[in-house]
């Protein structure tokens, strides 16, 4: 099993009524809302939290891109994934990811992402979303229809610029270079493992098959929710006569660890209801541009999670029963995250254990328990797996470390200052 | 009557509502499509030989992925009307249309000589940024679109009922289909470059505005009537952006103008 520890940097100073008097944490959302003096505080917490699970074990880092969104602080993951390069040691570090079609040229991200993977050793994990309509089409200006299309162009450009050595002309519909010829170059090879977070496009479960990487759902509905979609992937992945590893697949769960149920209520469910009924509250007329989702998709009727206007759950009860959150003891925890594991058949999970507006303390305690209560009796849940590495990252066995600053660095001593001769 | 023609086309093939006896008046729907029982149309026929092409996407047109921008579904339309051996008819676009049909009088100057833009898009004027539609719900666009609301309610959102799902999937996929096409014009911001191009226009040219446009208010008019040398504008009076629909017969008669 593949652990990430993953934290989407929501804002945690939302105002009680945000959601009466406000239409949308995403695209439009009240810029003043946002408080820089306070924001200094939230990305350094943040920061500190994601390597905090580094030292616990956690096989994974995880960060994503989003744009003008009140739980997202990660306009660009990559700024994160540097500072989380330098202090951290073990943990993959998984940009999930960088929305391709927004780079312009897109030889941006096959450089970024070089760059992280030559300093973290080989530790990135990378991903390649298409991007939600919100960022994607309202806030970065994309033709909705013409998303996917400059999507797969800026897919074929990065591949290409990592595994081709000798210079080339790439003469695309939206990116036109003479030279590609990237410096610097990815330490994995042919290319860090790739994930793709997808919505349920039935294209996006063919793309993963087509070029063997992890297909990641990314709901905030929770694993019930979870079983008719993660179903059409794995029957398209028997379609094709794919292996059926659990490492093709990664979801994501809000999971909340105390030492028993009660205690759990008691100490999380403000934050899961700050996050449920304030974080995504998004104004469905931004949920999917028309054109966006293919007509295939559409008709399958997996519609986007924003583009209905639930009600929220209401109380902890409806969250827990309803699977959107797996909470409690580590036992319960334990338990429910092995029918997660076993029901989806994923191999990547993506535990979101920093949720909403969590001050750091409640956020290290769950983290702690899940890391030391639950993990470990997690780690075989798919024995005849276990050598499958094609979708996680390979570092160099001897890495780096960033020099004790104090106690002065390198391996040659330093030049000895010399008198200046007097004329 | 209005028949349909289909026609084969380098994109793909596309569906042409057509009819009436008369001069030939081309006309260019908007993102709302056009239906062969549009009251305009119909009411156009009455005097014109209307002939209407439904854009890539709309009605049962096809899709044309091949085509992506501005340039495309000019040289597409300039295609379409020599296909159907038009030959310097009255070209009439609303909105998207219009948009599309000043395009078309800019880039063939001398193949179209009369030319009526209603309510159109194709400028952008920073004062008057228009409505986002792309982000607008269904209950939203019947205020904004018509100078009478509720009239606007019954024509655009009678049938509209998003909490059934046989209804939705079929709604939303029509809506990818015209609005996906309609993007890549009018997405995010409705204007191609037509500012550095309409000076060619030599068409005379008749400009038709409602006097309560909610999407390109009276500047709108005002800068295509600044930009086209010679051209006329006849304001509606309580009309909004849907004109054509909310009041045709002025709209026809400023048609007459031209012949």
Redesign the interface.
């Known amino acids: 099993m593949r652990f990430t520890w993953f934290n989407l940097m929501p804002w945690p100073h939302l105002p009680d009524d945000f959601r009466e008097k406000h239409r949308s944490v995403w ?1 439009d959302i009240d810029s003043r809302l946002y408080d820089p003096v306070k924001g200094h505080e939230v990305y350094n917490n943040y920061l500190d939290l994601l390597e905090y699970a580094d030292t616990l074990g956690f096989d994974g880092i995880g960060i994503n891109e989003h744009h003008q969104n009140g739980y997202g602080l990660m306009p660009s993951p990559n700024l994160i994934a540097a500072a989380l390069a330098r202090r951290t040691e073990n943990a993959a570090i998984v940009v999930l990811g960088n929305s391709i079609a927004l780079y312009n040229p897109p030889i941006r991200v096959a450089e970024e992402f070089a760059m992280l993977d030559g300093i973290s050793g080989g530790r990135l994990v990378a991903g390649f979303p298409v991007g939600t309509s919100m960022d994607t ?2 806030c970065y ?1 994309t ?4 998303t996917r299309e400059k999507y797969n162009e800026a897919h074929e450009l990065i591949i290409r610029a990592w595994t081709e050595d000798e210079p080339f002309a790439f003469n695309g ?1 939206y990116t036109k270079l003479r030279h590609v010829n990237l410096w610097p170059k990815t330490v994995q090879k042919p290319h860090p493992p790739i994930h793709i977070p997808g919505g349920g496009s039935v294209e996006t479960y063919d793309f993963c098959l087509d070029h063997t990487y992890s297909y990641s759902y990314l709901s905030f509905s929770g694993y019930k929710r979870a079983q008719s979609l993660m179903e059409g992937y794995w029957n398209r992945v028997g379609e094709r006569n794919a292996d059926n590893s659990p490492y093709r697949a990664g979801f994501a769960q809000t999971v909340f660890v105390a030492e028993t149920d009660e205690e759990a209520e008691r100490l999380y469910s403000e934050h899961a209801f700050y996050f449920y009924n304030r974080c995504l509250h998004v ?4 949920a ?8 295939k998709t ?2 399958t ?1 997996n ?1 986007n999670q924003y583009s ?1 206007t639930v009600a929220p759950p209401l109380t902890w009860k409806d969250l827990v029963d309803g699977g959107y959150i797996i909470a409690g003891s580590p036992e319960t925890v334990r338990q429910r995250m092995e029918h997660l594991i076993k029901s989806l058949h994923v191999g990547n999970i993506f535990l979101l254990l920093h949720v909403g507006n969590m001050p750091v303390n409640k956020c290290m305690y769950s983290t702690k328990l899940f890391a030391e209560k639950v993990m470990p009796h997690l780690r075989d849940m798919f024995p005849e797996h276990a050598d499958d590495n094609r979708f996680w990252a390979s570092p160099l066995p001897k890495r780096a470390k960033p020099a004790p600053l104090p106690a002065g660095f390198g391996t040659e001593p330093l030049p000895v200052p010399q008198a200046v001769p007097a004329k | 009557m209005i028949d349909l023609i289909k026609l084969p086309t380098h994109h793909g093939e596309i569906h042409v509502l057509q009819g009436g006896t008369g001069k030939d008046v081309v006309f260019l729907h908007g993102a709302s499509g056009l239906e062969a029982d549009n009251p305009f149309l119909v009411k156009l026929a009455q005097k014109y030989r209307v002939t209407a092409p439904l854009l890539p996407g709309f009605g049962e047109s096809a899709e044309c992925a091949s085509i992506r921008d501005m340039q495309d579904v000019t040289l597409h339309t300039l295609d379409v009307l020599e296909a159907l051996g038009l030959k310097k008819p009255i070209l009439a676009g609303h909105s998207m249309g219009g948009m599309i049909a000043a395009e078309m009088a800019a880039v063939a100057p001398n193949e179209v000589d009369k030319l009526v833009l209603i309510a159109s898009a194709g400028l952008w004027i920073e004062a008057y940024p228009a409505p986002d539609i792309f982000s607008l719900l269904p209950k939203e666009f019947p205020p904004l679109m018509f100078h009478d609301a509720e009239f606007g309610q019954k024509v655009m959102t009678a049938d509209i009922n998003i909490n059934d799902p046989a209804f939705l999937i079929p709604f939303l996929v029509n809506n990818s289909r015209t609005m996906g096409m309609a993007g890549k014009f009018l997405f995010p911001i409705p204007e191609r470059g037509l500012k550095d191009r309409i000076h060619r226009i030599k068409a005379r040219t008749i400009l038709v505005w409602g006097d309560s446009d909610r999407i390109y208010p009276a500047p709108y008019a005002h800068a295509f009537k600044d930009a086209i040398p010679g051209a006329e504008l006849v304001i509606v009076a309580e009309a909004g952006h849907m004109v054509p629909i909310e009041k045709p017969n002025p709209v026809i008669a400023a048609i007459g103008r031209l012949g």
């Open positions: 695209v089409n309202f200006g033709i909705p229809a013409l519909r104004f469905p007329g931004f999917d541009a028309p054109g966006y989702r293919t007509i559409l008709q009727g519609v209905r």
